[in-house]
């Protein structure tokens, strides 16, 4: 178990290896001044999509109908064509025309995350990146798999689900560190300790790391 200077340390490092990274589809989020049904329609709309699909595809559809009036009075085929390329469009389409209608109808994007997680097409990531980028709300953690996926590997958890991470994550991140962590660690993610092919090697974090201690440094000397 990785001692909490340690894992400071470790984020420092990220950070500022992050530095030279391409801003993530979050990062641009949140360097616009949006409000927390365009963070939510974007994050319905990045399920399974690249990053700059994601960023395009928010952009188009944005630039049509921003509100939750203007996108519920679309019909889903529209919303569709304008998400498009991204992945299961059709399916996004319906449920971002159906999530538009319902907050047209309550005035208000919820806060909370039992609130959120009653919209059909939403879980606790995209709730949690809501509440964060949405309404400011400071401590959360967002997890997606670049967040399960480093952590586990460093040797700081051992989880199996997203849902087994954020709990274990929030008893070991020091709080003042929890709204930035999954923008760092999918940063982190994308460009150094890839889901395939880590790039250890060139990784600044390699001497706090479960998986290159163990994994990676085998792997290597039998070669
Ligand atoms: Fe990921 Fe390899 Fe760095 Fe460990 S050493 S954090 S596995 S890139």
Known sequence: MASEN???????????????FQNTALAEVASVPQNAFQVLVSCIISLRTKDEVTAAASKRLFDVAHTPEKIARMDWKSIGLLIKPSNYWKTKAKRIKEIARQINEMGYVPDTMDELLKFKGVGRKTANIVLV???????????DTHVHRIPNRLGWIDTKTPEKTEVALESIIPR????????????FGQNICKP????????????????????????????
């Open 6 to 20: 340690e894992i400071i340390n470790v984020i420092k490092l990220v950070k500022k290896a992050s530095k030279g």
């Open 133 to 143: 980028y949405g309404h400011g709300k400071k401590y959360h953690i967002p997890v």
């Open 176 to 187: 003042r560190y929890w709204s930035d962590f999954n923008d760092l660690f999918v940063s």
């Open 196 to 223: 395939v092919s880590p790039k250890c090697d060139e990784c600044s974090v390699s001497k706090y790391c479960r998986y290159y201690k163990t994994v990676y440094t085998k792997k290597n000397t039998l070669l």
